[in-house]
């Protein structure tokens, strides 16, 4: 059973580009959570969804970001033109259940650099 | 704002010795969990522990609840240089939607010197 699989793990992007980072959650998790990393600083949670529908979006940017987990294929989060203060670690977790009691399961990461 | 602090922000040991690390948070949760990152990577979960529970073993960890305090801590005894990483607690508390939301502190980075 793979774990957590994200791709890109390093991604450079020029300001005003878009960047779309993967997620495939674990097998059979249909929880998927969104966090982003700056240098030396914990993780802020983002969105939370479940397949075809976004629970809580309320640690994501308004504007420019986006985040999407269809029915098929892997979750999504989206970064339209993007500016240097994107650059960030950001982590997909996923978890088998949405209420209490599971643990999340992180993948390795995507490290957006924005130049 | 972060659910979690811990404390403290970061923690020099020698080898052999034990590390102690603390979390607080603010609202009621269902379980409390730790990872540890290193450096550059993803975050490796170490232990879950529920809201029943005081106390859990894994190894060389120990965790303790409080939830009359709002507080943890993560005990690694018998630190070794691979121990060396950042730490953080993860809090899931159940939302209002009734969905598990999991926040994180700030971490702690602890080094251990060989």
């Known amino acids: 059973n793979a774990g957590v699989m994200q791709n890109p793990r390093h991604l450079v992007r020029r300001r005003g580009q878009e960047a779309r980072l993967r997620c495939s959650p674990m097998k059979g998790h249909s929880h998927v959570y969104w966090y982003r990393q700056l240098p030396e600083e914990g993780l802020k949670f983002m969105v939370y969804l479940q397949k075809e529908n976004i629970i809580d979006e309320s640690g994501m940017p308004k504007e420019r970001f986006s985040a999407e987990f269809p029915k098929e294929g892997p979750s999504i989060l989206r970064i339209q033109q993007v500016v240097r203060g994107d650059s960030a670690a950001y982590f997909c977790?996923?978890?088998?259940?949405?209420?209490?009691?599971?643990?999340?399961?992180f993948g390795q990461g995507t490290r957006l650099t924005v130049v | 704002s972060q659910q979690g602090e811990e404390d403290p922000q970061a923690l020099s040991i020698q080898e052999g010795e034990n590390a102690t690390m603390n979390c607080s948070y603010k609202?009621?949760?269902?379980?409390l969990q730790w990872y540890r990152q290193n450096s550059g990577r993803g975050l490796v979960h170490l232990i879950l522990i529920r809201s029943n529970e005081r106390e859990k073993h894994s190894g060389r960890l120990r965790v303790t609840l409080d939830t009359s305090k709002k507080s943890s801590s993560l005990l690694i005894t018998a630190s070794r240089a691979a121990d060396t990483a950042s730490y953080f607690c993860a809090t899931a508390g159940k939302h209002s939607g009734g969905y598990q939301k999991v926040t994180f502190g700030t971490g702690t980075k602890l080094q251990v010197i060989p």
């Open positions: 609202t009621s949760i269902n379980n």
């Open positions: 977790a996923s978890s088998l259940q949405g209420v209490t009691g599971t643990e999340a399961f």
